[in-house]
């Protein structure tokens, strides 16, 4: 076999690894929609952040990204925000979904918590999946994020709107409801790095 088969082998083989690794990997918003294609329905809402105690800290929480995970393929979709207060909309396959974890900003502190809660995408053309409140509790130990799902039409007009916008042609078709189960759900925030200040030895508490 010749020196130039032997190289075009070598490089198929290293793409073939290269997609088993990316397929495996959480997949961005705007990575989403060359994923899904334009055909695929498109889910949309809100984020929003509140501080449910007084915090010595003077940065207020914001929602860094969550993600979420099809069910029937364990693909990853992760959905990033920076904001505590913002619209979302992508594209996704249908199919059965769970918000799986949240990571919140606060300056440089950032927590995770890890979450499972679950809606479905239908065939519908547009999926409003309400608004996603999370409650961020004061910087302790065992401290604790509070996630509360919410409709009301006014909310959901605000968040279509946007969609409408980027996607002129949907104008006039059926917009669907699938509000994540459960509606709330609580879960233990944990402090992740970068830890801002302190070296590593010194940090006994990840809160």
């Excluded at 929480?61 to 029937?72: I, M, S, T, W």
């Excluded at 300056?107 to 996603?132: H, R």
């Amino acid at each position: 076999m010749s020196g130039r088969s032997n190289r075009l082998i070598g490089m198929l083989g290293l793409l073939t690894v290269g997609w088993s690794l990316w397929s495996g990997c959480a997949v961005s918003t705007e990575s989403a929609k060359e994923y899904a294609g334009v055909q695929t329905p498109i889910i949309f809402g809100r984020a929003t952040t509140v501080l449910m105690a007084q915090s010595g800290r003077r940065y207020q929480p914001k929602v860094r990204f969550f993600e979420l995970v099809r069910k029937e393929t364990g693909q990853r979709y992760r959905v990033d925000l920076q904001s505590a207060d913002k619209l979302f909309a992508l594209e996704l396959p249908t199919g059965q979904y769970s918000l799986s974890r949240v990571q919140v900003s606060e300056g440089p502190f950032l927590s995770m918590a890890d979450l499972n809660i679950t809606f479905d995408v239908g065939a519908e053309p547009m999926v409003y999946v309400g608004t996603w409140r999370f409650g961020i509790d004061s910087p302790r130990y065992e401290r604790m994020v509070l996630l509360s799902v919410v409709q009301d039409e006014e909310g959901q007009a605000a968040a279509v709107a946007p969609v409408l916008t980027q996607y002129p042609d949907l104008a006039g078709r059926p917009v669907a409801t699938s509000l994540p189960n459960p509606l709330s759900s609580e879960s233990r925030l944990h402090e992740v790095m970068p830890y801002p200040n302190y070296p590593r030895y010194y940090r006994r508490h990840w809160w």
